[in-house]
């Protein structure tokens, strides 16, 4: 069955450094999504990718955060200068349309801003 | 109010018992409706999908309440391996959203 894969699976960084954070959507995919889940907390959406566009993003989304689609596969989430806050498991997700399509989610991506 | 609404538990229910939550929404234009599964630190999972009519995936039984704007999952003869949190989620434009999850734990 297609999977969306994330790389890395943990990554640490300092507080202030750029890390970008990767993710492959399933290849007939169209819709393109990250999430975060703060530890103990719930699935939070930070923003979501259609036609090479953002559709929507969230109040977290804010100037620190970009997405990309550089090529015809992968999707990143770059954070420009991480904060202490950062620190989650970070989802990117991929569905074939909006409404009744669920999605499907990568393993995750843990951040640690230490 | 919240967008969603779970009972975070945990229920704690003997193997082979019968398990329900329930979850309440509060956008009525919400069309769109799952059961997610998420195991401890890992990703969400999709379990079903929530129709109108109602709707059945072996031990699982999903409805949909629009009038008093609630989902519901059934979960018949509970296995160990059913021990997860069950997060209720809802298609608001562009984007799913996430209740906080109720907790299940299956005990032998």
């Known amino acids: 069955e297609p999977e969306v894969t994330q790389t890395p699976s943990h990554q640490v960084t300092q507080m202030g450094q750029e890390v970008i954070l990767r993710c492959v959507p399933i290849?007939?995919?169209?819709?393109f999504y990250w999430y975060r889940q703060i530890l103990g907390q719930k699935v939070e959406f930070l923003v979501s990718f259609y036609n090479n566009e953002i559709s929507e993003k969230s109040e977290i989304f804010d100037d620190q955060f970009s997405v990309e689609r550089p090529d015809g596969s992968n999707f990143t989430l770059k954070i420009r200068s991480t904060k202490l806050e950062d620190s989650a498991m970070y989802f990117c997700?991929?569905?074939?349309?909006?409404?009744?399509?669920?999605?499907?989610f990568g393993n995750g991506t843990r951040l640690t801003v230490t | 109010r919240k967008e969603v609404e779970q009972d975070p538990g945990p229920f704690n229910v003997p193997e082979g018992a019968t398990v329900a939550f329930n979850c309440t929404y509060s956008?009525?234009?919400?069309?769109?409706f799952f059961w997610y599964r998420q195991d401890c630190r890992k990703e969400p999972k999709l379990l079903m999908s929530?129709?109108?009519s109602g709707n059945e995936d072996g031990r699982f039984t999903a409805q949909l309440n629009r009038a008093s704007q609630y989902i519901s999952l059934l979960i018949r003869d509970s296995k160990l391996s059913d021990s997860a949190t069950y997060l209720c989620v809802f298609y608001s434009s562009y984007k799913l959203i996430f209740g906080s999850g109720t907790r299940l734990l299956v005990r032998p």
């Open positions: 956008n009525s234009a919400s069309q769109s």
């Open positions: 997700a991929s569905s074939e349309g909006t409404g009744d399509s669920p999605l499907h």
């Open positions: 929530v129709y109108s």
């Open positions: 290849s007939n995919h169209l819709y």
